[in-house]
C-alpha cells in the first residue's frame, strides 16, 4: 500500500475578510500597545478642591481677612459678638432660608466690618493685598495675580508701617501734652501760699501733696539734698528733719516779684533749717499762662 503524503491544514488568513457593507466585524478593533499609548495631561492644582462654592470661597476670603484684621484691632472682642449677635437675628426672623445659606457669610462680613472700624485704612489695604496674593497663589501655576498680590502686600505693607510710626508719635505727643495740662493745674492759688504748702506737707508727712508742688528740677534739687532716690523719699527724711519744729504761716515772708516768677526767701524757716542752705531761696511760677495754679521750679542758695 502506497503512503501518501499528507496535505497540511489550511491556514487562516491574517485578517478576517471584511463582513459585507465594508466595515470590519465586530471586536477586531487595532488596540494600542501598552507603554505606547498618549500620555495624559498631569494634573495641576484646583482650587475647587478647597473651595468648591461661591459661599465657600466668600467665606475663605472673610476668614483671612478676620485673621489679618483682628490683631490690628488690639484683639477685639466686641466684633465677634457682634457678628454672633447679627447671626442671630437672621435666624430668629427665619431669614436664613431667604438668604440661601448666606446667612453665615453675612455674619462675617459683620465682623470683618467692625475689625475695619477698628483699625487704619492702610491695614485694610494690606488685608486685600494679602487676599489678591491668596487668590494668585491658589492659580498656580498662573503666577500672574500672585505677582500683583505681592507687590501689593509690599506696598500696603510700607505704607501701614509708616502710618503705624507716625501714629505711635501722634500718641506720644498728645499723651506728653495731656500729661502737661493735667500737672499744670496742679499747685497752689496764689504765690504766697507756695511756701506754706511745703511746710505743712512736711510736718504731716504728705509726700505726694509735697512732691506735687514741685517740678523735675526742684525734685532733682531736693533729691540731692537729702541722697534719696526719689521725691517721696526726700519728703519722708525732711519730715525726720523738721520733727518739732514749729512756724506760724502767718509770718513766713512774702513773695518777690521776679523776671521769671517769684520768689521767696526762707533762709530763716524750718524749711531751710531741714534741706539745708543750699536751697534757702524757693523760686515759684506760673505753671500756665491761662491757669491760675502756681508751683515750685527750682531753689537757690542762702547768701
Not at 194 to 221: G, N, Y
Request: net charge positive; aromatic share 8%.
Amino acid at each position: 500500500m502506497d503512503e501518501r503524503p499528507t496535505e497540511p491544514p489550511p491556514r487562516l488568513p491574517a485578517t478576517r475578510p471584511a463582513a459585507p457593507g465594508g466595515e470590519p466585524p465586530p471586536g477586531d478593533e487595532p488596540r494600542p500597545r501598552a507603554g505606547r499609548g498618549p500620555t495624559p495631561p498631569k494634573r495641576g492644582f484646583d482650587r475647587r478642591r478647597f473651595v468648591r462654592t461661591p459661599r465657600a470661597a466668600a467665606g475663605a476670603g472673610l476668614a483671612a481677612a478676620f485673621l489679618l484684621l483682628w490683631p490690628f484691632s488690639g484683639f477685639s472682642w466686641i466684633p465677634l459678638l457682634v457678628g454672633f449677635a447679627a447671626l442671630l437675628v437672621v435666624r430668629i426672623l427665619r431669614f436664613d432660608g431667604l438668604l440661601r445659606g448666606w446667612d453665615l457669610p453675612l455674619a462675617g462680613l459683620v465682623v470683618v466690618i467692625g475689625l475695619m472700624w477698628s483699625t487704619s485704612p492702610w491695614a485694610w489695604a494690606l488685608a486685600a493685598a494679602i487676599g489678591v496674593l491668596i487668590a494668585g497663589l491658589a492659580r498656580l501655576p498662573d503666577w500672574r495675580l500672585a505677582a500683583v498680590g505681592a507687590v501689593a502686600c509690599l506696598i500696603a505693607g510700607t505704607g501701614y508701617g509708616l502710618s503705624l510710626h507716625r501714629t505711635d508719635e501722634q500718641i506720644r505727643t498728645e499723651l506728653s501734652q495731656s500729661n502737661d495740662r493735667q500737672r499744670a493745674m496742679v499747685g497752689e492759688s496764689r504765690p504766697d501760699l507756695v511756701l506754706p504748702a511745703m511746710l505743712k506737707a512736711l510736718s504731716t508727712d504728705s509726700r505726694i501733696t509735697f512732691c506735687r508742688i514741685l517740678r523735675d528740677e526742684a525734685e532733682a534739687a531736693v533729691m540731692a539734698a537729702t541722697g534719696t532716690p526719689s521725691c517721696e523719699a526726700a519728703a519722708g527724711e525732711l519730715h525726720r528733719r523738721m520733727a518739732g519744729a514749729t512756724y506760724d504761716a502767718r509770718a513766713l515772708p512774702a513773695p518777690v516779684a521776679t523776671p521769671s516768677g517769684w520768689e521767696v526767701n526762707a533762709c530763716d524757716t524750718p524749711w531751710a533749717q531741714a534741706a539745708s542752705a543750699l536751697l534757702g531761696k524757693v523760686s515759684v511760677f506760673r505753671t500756665a499762662p491761662d491757669v491760675q495754679r502756681f508751683a515750685v521750679s527750682g531753689f537757690g542758695p542762702c547768701p
